[in-house]
């Protein structure tokens, strides 16, 4: 079992409150997302319900059995990209994190239990904890003039005025054991198939085994499930001098042959290690062993969700009032099963949240003439600022440098292109914005990647103050993270909370990439305002 401790419940402790904009069902890695994001669209009066005692979801961690964490849910980091996105997200520190050889990244001497408790979660989230959520009422008339009702097997009761996002376990919707009154549709939780598994932790006398191994089925994968099993001291403060630790984990059609018994588990996983490293049946003994087998945590039924024949199309929107998110909701591009995918799911919830609330409220744009407009309505009918001639482009944002091109022909229009990374000469900045009227800024815009190399990125920078210094990397895409590919389109857009704002905000967009024509073209730029209500 975990030893996750449950972090003090603040913001609950001073209000009983049962009326919200926004309820959340789980504190795991979507739903800790989703209350993050939309705190930084100026949405707070949010609840998290959470069915367990404990913070993160499958993010649980030990800390008693050897003198390190331990993650008991997920463990690795798919690659650099996601690691500065925590680091920005963290205010620039460094993270504790190593890249052992055979294996991707992961957590030293830290987990992502630490660093969602430490970076994400806020004074001002209100968790109530050991809130098992058993019904969520979205008809038109439900009562409280409320948008739905959710109810915990506890009795209490909860309003959303907005909308509820569900970041239950793919397997939690599929046997029913939340009742959406209406039913939700069959294609919305039968998309992928539910993988049971488990995770295991057992010391060694002697170190047997190679850096990472795959020893149950042979493979480490295919469409049905997977298995990984590799050397733990590489989350230990120093390696060398911890004990020989096997780290692994087994999902999907591999465990249905493992028994639900600890001591068989341990059994038939060391046979397993015997025979793939040709070793004498009955000279392998574990000195002692952690199992965290998820098949048996009543509140999520097992490891993660399998993959899918359709296109991930991300935190799904049900009647404008409930949003299903989390690893098996992973947006286009992202895979399924990993806490990345369920982070941006939930980003995505409440991206598509505001993008509601807005529909319902004026919000304020940058217009052509480069002053403020008021519109209502969606964000999706905004005007376009780049797609203008050259001379509109100049009268708004300030063209740095000659690798910056204002009239460049896009199939769509007009774009920009910015080139290579000549400092100021490849980036190109916004007129100062006064923000103190409104309390949040949306800027949205779409961007096509053109012979970037390993390394390369373009940053997207904000400055506050009476000019345009200090600047802070508000997103950072990287030729090699992965997800931003070469020579398509991405649409993108950042909300930051401007409440507390009292200078001129500035934007810049920057290229840093080798001088050798490579090329950022940006359109259809947008920078809209929500305002106080």
Request: charged fraction near 15%.
């Amino acid at each position: 079992q975990g030893t996750t401790q449950q972090p003090q419940n603040r913001k609950a402790a001073a209000s009983n409150s049962k009326h919200h904009d926004v309820i959340i069902v789980g504190a795991g890695a979507a739903g800790l997302g989703a209350a993050h994001r939309l705190a930084l669209s100026g949405v707070t009066n949010v609840v998290i319900l959470e069915a367990t005692s404990n913070l993160g979801g499958r993010m649980q961690v030990n800390k008693g059995f050897v003198s390190y964490p331990l993650d008991l849910g997920p463990s690795y980091l798919p690659g650099r990209w996601f690691i500065r996105e925590l680091e920005r997200l963290a205010g620039g520190v460094t993270l504790p994190i190593t890249n052992p050889p055979g294996a991707s990244f992961v957590w030293q001497d830290y987990s992502y239990n630490d660093y969602f408790t430490d970076h994400i979660l806020s004074n001002d989230m209100d968790i109530r904890y050991n809130c098992v959520v058993v019904s969520v009422d979205y008809r038109s008339n439900v009562e409280n003039g409320a948008a739905s009702r959710v109810e915990c097997a506890n009795g209490q009761v909860f309003w959303a005025a907005s909308h509820v996002i569900v970041t239950a376990s793919l397997k939690i919707l599929q046997d029913g054991d939340i009742n959406f009154v209406p039913p939700l549709e069959n294609s919305l939780i039968n998309h992928r198939d539910w993988w049971p598994g488990l995770k295991i932790f057992m010391e060694f006398p002697n170190k047997f085994y190679n850096n990472a191994f795959c020893p149950v089925a042979g493979s480490c994968y295919n469409n049905v499930g997977e298995e990984l099993f590799w050397d733990g001291s590489v989350s230990a403060p120093n390696p060398d001098r911890v004990s020989n630790l096997v780290v692994g984990y087994v999902s999907g059609d591999r465990v249905q042959g493992i028994s639900t018994q600890p001591n068989q588990v341990r059994n038939q996983l060391t046979r397993a290690f015997e025979q793939h490293f040709n070793l004498a049946s009955g000279s392998l003994q574990a000195n002692r062993y952690l199992l965290q087998d998820w098949r048996a945590q009543f509140f999520v039924k097992g490891l993660y969700a399998g993959p899918s024949d359709r296109a991930n199309f991300g935190a799904a929107m049900v009647d404008d009032k409930v949003v299903l998110a989390g690893e098996a909701y992973p947006i286009l591009g992202e895979e399924w099963g990993w806490v990345y995918s369920a982070f941006h799911s939930g980003f995505d919830a409440a991206d598509q949240i505001f993008d509601s609330m807005v529909r319902q409220k004026p919000w304020v744009g940058l217009g052509s003439n480069g002053g403020l407009e008021t519109f209502e309505g969606d964000w999706s009918s905004r005007p376009s600022l780049w797609n203008l001639p050259s001379q509109g482009f100049d009268a708004t944002w300030v063209r740095a440098g000659v690798d910056t091109d204002a009239s460049l022909y896009c199939p769509n229009g007009n774009c920009i292109r910015l080139q290579d990374d000549s400092l100021s000469q490849s980036s190109l900045f916004s007129d100062p914005i006064d923000v103190t009227l409104f309390t949040s800024v949306r800027l949205s815009y779409d961007f096509y990647m053109h012979q970037f190399e390993t390394g390369e990125a373009f940053f997207v920078e904000m400055s506050l103050g009476a000019s345009s210094s200090g600047w802070q990397i508000l997103e950072a895409h990287y030729h090699d993270d992965g997800l931003i590919l070469d020579n398509a389109q991405h649409d993108k857009h950042i909300v930051i909370d401007t409440r507390t704002m009292t200078g001129p905000l500035f934007f810049r967009f920057r290229s840093h990439a080798s001088v050798n024509a490579d090329r950022i073209y940006l359109d259809n730029i947008f920078v809209g305002f929500l305002m106080e209500s």
